[in-house]
């Protein structure tokens, strides 16, 4: 069974992803195409739009994807190099033949190219870095640039250019694919066919309405409990006027620097867009600092994250399957072990901790603890 692999988020599963799997299911000739997406929280440190196995049914519901494996947290709020390394461990553990995913590019080459370039390990490269980051930019920013300066090979100041380089530099043993993305950019908020997850998510928003989904995954999430940043803030808020602040530097994200700007502006802002506001800084990103406030609000600490394998992994967890999924699960048995219900595993108590700060906000702790929800079933082929 020949298997292609998409690191997703599916924040959530929209026309673009549709396009993207159909796009790779024929030019890779899989027989299977499985997501490996990301759980509650997403890369960017927002909770994600609705809880994850809803998400996940709702792509299985697409008829497009297969299969859905979750994305641990760990590997799943983390910086690009970190997500696309966890991400593409897991394809090339379990045996996907392809990485698909969507870019700006468009072409394989460069991001291929680039990544042999090995700019990162270049003296000059570092001294451009650390150039950058004496102005005053994020370490993210600062890196784009130095590696613009040594470089034409591929754009770096796209979000997806950036993952797929990232994917590119973790690849060993999969080929990769890439489908250029069409409609609109992540951060463009305009309305069509083909919208950002970002515009569907702001449209929402305003409109209490779903739309840019395929029409079976429209109807799979008409009863979701959806989420933002604004339901967590209060959460969040009261864990930094409540915590010291040598503690508050414990958690991962945070240092002696950051955490008593965070604190100021908990006094100051009672709410999230004030509050983010007050503390982002050229240095303090807006996707750092939300990483930050998800590690506090998941009580992750920096000791979990010091020395992580993020190229290993020891476990595969199905969120959502059809019968194509169903049988390509007996394939990836032989070579990882899957884990269908909860069990005492470190990473998946982990797993509690997290869809726990995730939906006590909503008010939805009991519908979605970990040990109460398995994988979904469809029941039929996508095919």
């Not at 604004?230 to 955490?259: C, E, K, V, W």
Request: charged share 20%; net charge neutral.
């Amino acid at each position: 069974m020949r298997m292609t692999a998409i690191i997703s988020e599916y924040n959530p599963f929209h026309n673009g992803h549709l396009y993207q799997a159909k796009i790779a299911r024929h030019e890779t000739g899989a027989d299977l195409i499985v997501a490996i997406m990301s759980g509650t929280f997403t890369q960017r440190g927002e909770p994600a739009f609705t809880d994850k196995w809803s998400r996940a049914q709702a792509a299985v519901a697409s008829g497009e994807i297969d299969l859905v494996l979750e994305l641990p947290f760990y590997f799943a709020v983390q910086r690009a190099d970190r997500f696309a390394l966890g991400g593409v461990t897991i394809a090339e553990t379990i045996g996907a033949h392809t990485l698909s995913f969507g870019s700006e590019c468009g072409e394989v080459t460069p991001f291929i190219t680039a990544a042999s370039e090995n700019h990162e390990a270049n003296p000059r490269y570092k001294e451009l870095l650390q150039q950058r980051l004496a102005q005053g930019l994020s370490s993210a920013t600062a890196a784009s640039q130095a590696f613009q300066a040594m470089t034409t090979t591929l754009d770096l100041t796209t979000p997806n250019n950036t993952l797929g380089y990232y994917y590119a530099r973790a690849a060993s043993s999969i080929a990769l694919h890439t489908t250029k993305r069409i409609g609109s950019g992540y951060h463009d908020l305009s309305v069509g066919d083909v919208m950002s997850a970002t515009a569907i998510r702001a449209y929402y928003t305003q409109h209490q309405s779903l739309i840019g989904l395929p029409e079976a995954t429209a109807e799979t999430l008409q009863d979701a409990v959806f989420a933002s940043f604004d339901t967590y803030y209060p959460f969040i808020r009261h864990r930094l006027l409540t915590t010291s602040l040598a503690d508050l530097t414990q958690f991962n994200g945070m240092d002696a620097s950051l955490a008593p700007r965070l604190i100021d502006g908990a006094r100051r802002h009672d709410s999230f867009e004030g509050f983010m506001s007050f503390v982002k800084t050229r240095r303090y990103t807006r996707t750092s600092l939300q990483r930050a406030l998800i590690y506090l609000l998941t009580s992750t600490m920096k000791r979990e994250i010091d020395g992580l394998p993020f190229d290993q992994i020891d476990y595969v967890r199905p969120l959502a399957f059809n019968e194509i999924g169903r049988t390509a699960l007996r394939q990836i048995k032989q070579r990882v072990p899957i884990i269908s219900t909860f069990e005492k595993h470190p990473w998946l108590i982990k797993e509690s901790q997290v869809t726990a700060a995730y939906a006590v906000p909503l008010a939805r702790y009991q519908q979605l603890e970990e040990h109460r929800r398995f994988a979904y079933f469809s029941g039929k082929a996508s095919r």
